[in-house]
């Protein structure tokens, strides 16, 4: 059975004190790997989808990397625009409708100004 | 600006009485899902469409039910809300399996 744990549950940074955020994962074949931020009272915003070990992606403070065994979320200098529930889902290498995500529990982040 | 929409966005039942949440897409997307999110938990997959084609988790409740009219449009069915059905409701679609997902803003269902 697919696994996404994600570490910490909550975090806490001051503006500007960068950090990263933990995903493990274990799954039977990653097809890909996806990371969603998620506000309050709304549905997950699509932020990036990782397919190998080694790669990275980037958008303005973000950048997702990914191992064989886990991915991390760097946040660079954190507003508190920023402070959200990042969400991590893992695709396996599976036929057809068995391509389900299965997600991670989430990290809470809230950035102090 | 192509996107999902979901109504409504609160929905307030009573216990047993039934309740349908709508969605919607412009994105032309073959894939449709349906979420339910509890606080601070992961999102759990119900049921999903490719077109037509229906596909009900092994652990979803027969309580709840599906419908697909068209390419745009799905309907999740509530037969008889119990209080363990509060949640947030999501739908998302994506292109083909292989692909993002894209997430609507939620329905916040309560059962009173």
């Known amino acids: 059975e697919d696994q996404v744990t994600q570490s910490p549950e909550a975090l806490r940074l001051q503006e500007g004190e960068s950090s990263s955020l933990n995903c493990s994962y274990t799954?039977?074949?990653?097809?890909?790997l996806f990371w969603y931020r998620q506000d309050p009272g709304k549905g997950p915003e699509f932020l990036f989808t990782?397919?190998?070990a080694g790669e990275e992606k980037e958008k303005e403070r973000l950048k997702a990397t990914l191992t064989k065994k886990e991915s991390f979320l760097h946040i660079t200098a954190p507003k508190p625009e920023d402070s959200a529930t990042y969400l991590c889902?893992?695709?396996?290498?599976?036929?057809?409708?068995?391509?389900?995500?299965?997600f991670g529990s989430g990290t809470q982040l809230t950035v102090l100004p | 600006d192509a996107m999902v929409i979901q109504n409504p966005r609160y929905q307030v039942t009573q216990f047993g009485k039934p309740v349908t949440l709508s969605c919607s897409q412009t994105?032309?997307?073959?894939?449709m899902y349906w979420y339910q999110q509890k606080s601070s938990q992961a999102p759990k997959l119900l049921f999903h469409?490719?077109?037509?084609?229906?596909?009900n988790e092994a652990d979803t409740p027969d309580n709840f039910q599906s419908r697909r009219p068209n390419t745009s449009f799905c309907f999740l069915d509530i037969r008889s809300p119990g209080l363990g059905d509060a949640a947030m409701y999501l739908c998302?679609?994506?292109?083909?399996?292989?692909?993002?997902?894209?997430f609507g803003p939620g329905t916040r269902l309560t059962v009173l």
């Open positions: 998302a679609t994506s292109r083909d399996f292989r692909n993002e997902q894209f």
């Open positions: 799954v039977s074949g990653l097809r890909g």
């Open positions: 990782l397919y190998s």
């Open positions: 889902a893992v695709q396996p290498i599976s036929s057809g409708s068995a391509r389900q995500l299965t």
């Open positions: 994105l032309n997307h073959n894939v």
């Open positions: 469409y490719y077109d037509k084609d229906f596909n």
